[in-house]
């Protein structure tokens, strides 16, 4: 079988253009995912704890524990903290949206969800989101 180095070179050139396609893919379904307003749309895995502090001391402790677990601060308010973490090679990287309700004056509701910064199912997304949930309860004392 003979192969010119002309068919040789259009393989390279598809392949390469087949890859730059789907990296471009990828690159709008992450950009897409951080634009989502995760204060009007919930994430759809939520896990709910309770902790017997105030909101402000739980902002204030998992501000400055988390990005010692490996987690970058995204953005906090008094109600809502988001966290990230890095891709690996298992997964794109998540976004953790995490909701304060107050439920007195020394309890709060933590709802902490997990939303993939691009598209990620199966166990990877649960091993990931209970490594932040645990990081979440040793930080809290819960």
Do not use: N
Not at 41 to 69: G, W, Y
Not at 97 to 120: D, F, H, N, V
Not at 131 to 141: D, G, M, N, Q, T
């Amino acid at each position: 079988m003979d192969i010119e180095l002309s068919d040789i070179i259009k393989r390279i050139i598809m392949t390469g253009a087949t890859l730059a396609i789907l990296g471009l893919f990828f690159w709008i379904v992450a950009k897409r995912s951080r634009l989502t307003d995760f204060r009007q749309k919930k994430p759809q895995k939520r896990v709910t704890l309770t902790a017997h502090l105030a909101p402000a001391t739980i902002i204030k402790t998992l501000t400055d524990a988390l990005p010692f677990s490996g987690y970058r601060l995204e953005e906090a308010s008094e109600d809502f903290i988001r966290v990230s973490d890095a891709a690996s090679a298992t997964s794109w990287g998540f976004y953790y949206p995490i909701y304060l309700k107050p439920l007195g004056t020394r309890e709060t509701e933590l709802e902490i969800g997990i939303q993939s910064k691009a598209m990620q199912m199966g166990p990877v997304v649960t091993k990931q989101h209970q490594k932040l949930i645990e990081a979440v309860k040793r930080a809290l004392s819960i």
